[in-house]
């Protein structure tokens, strides 16, 4: 159990920093970029990467994927519960950071679009 708990805490920790990777994310603009194109990104990103909602909501798909894993793993014929709950917490963390990150992105995207930057994408 003790080599299940470790790689879980590993995987989180990992999480979390691919979780983060969205807002560092730097869009592509129709034309140069303006004086104040750079400063904003900058302010842009960082207000995505405060959005701490968004790493509690992959600590909970994290949290719900290991109760589905573990519930699954007890059902299934060699009644591994605590393999089943590692599983479902790795397939439901990886699901929430990628979440998080798509979301960190597009806060980037609309907060320099709301600044009057040409950003297509």
């Known amino acids: 159990m003790k080599p299940q708990i470790t790689s879980l805490c590993a995987v989180a920790v990992m999480l979390s920093a691919c979780a983060d990777s969205g807002a560092e994310y730097t869009p592509i603009l129709d034309g140069q970029p303006t004086a104040a194109f750079h400063s904003d990104l900058s302010a842009c990103q960082s207000l995505a990467r405060n959005q701490t909602q968004l790493d509690q909501e992959t600590v909970a798909a994290a949290a719900l994927g290991?109760?589905?894993?573990?519930v699954l793993g007890a059902?299934?014929?060699?009644g591994d519960a605590a393999?089943?709950?590692?599983?479902?917490a790795i397939a439901g963390g990886v699901s929430g950071a990628v979440n998080a990150s798509e979301r960190r992105e597009e806060m980037v995207i609309a907060c320099l679009r709301g600044?009057?930057?040409k950003v297509v994408g």
Do not use: F, I, Q
């Open 66 to 70: 290991a109760g589905a894993g573990g």
């Open 83 to 88: 393999g089943g709950a590692v599983v479902g």
């Open 115 to 117: 600044r009057g930057h």
């Open 75 to 78: 059902l299934d014929d060699e």
